[in-house]
């Protein structure tokens, strides 16, 4: 019988450590600047003591904040993805001076539409979070952008 309860214990602990951590939340919105211009917001909800890195860090660094976006040739890209200003701080994982958000952020694409507008135009986010002691892996999250 102790043997059965020592499985089930390890089992429980396993499956509790396999779950996965996620402090970075991320919403779509759209906002449209002229008939044939759109702008795509995805807003960051970082949780209190973790950081998501800027799209632009120095080489070694950590895994920069990476958009894509999916255009089937229906839009051009009118520009780069912009981002809020951040925080450039001494990062203690990476020793070196790396930009960084904090609590919320906002990243902004401006599109141009070809012909039609698409009813939706869907985009990936790569990124990296950190607290002051710890990295967690690379994730990889789908955006969906609804244009009205």
Same mark, same amino acid.
């Given at each position: 019988m102790k043997k059965v309860i020592a499985i089930l214990m390890i089992l429980f602990a396993l499956s509790v450590n396999a779950q996965v951590y996620n402090p970075v939340k991320w919403t779509t919105s759209v906002v449209k600047?002229? +008939?044939s211009e759109y702008e795509l917001i995805a807003k960051a909800a970082i949780e209190k003591g973790w950081h998501l890195?800027?799209?632009t860090v120095p080489?070694?660094?950590p895994l920069p904040t990476k958009f894509s976006f999916?255009?089937?040739g +229906?839009?051009?890209k009118k520009g780069n993805t912009k981002e809020e200003e951040g925080h450039v701080v001494n990062d203690p994982i990476y020793g070196m001076k790396i930009k960084y958000f904090e609590n919320k952020t906002i990243f902004k694409q401006r599109i141009k539409i070809k012909d039609k507008a698409p009813k939706q135009i869907n985009a990936n986010v790569e990124?990296?979070?950190c607290d002051d002691t710890k990295c967690l892996p690379p994730k990889q999250v789908e955006l969906l952008f609804k244009i009205k």
């Open positions: 600047i002229s +008939e890195y800027s799209q080489e070694e660094g999916d255009g089937k +229906e839009y051009l990124f990296m979070a």
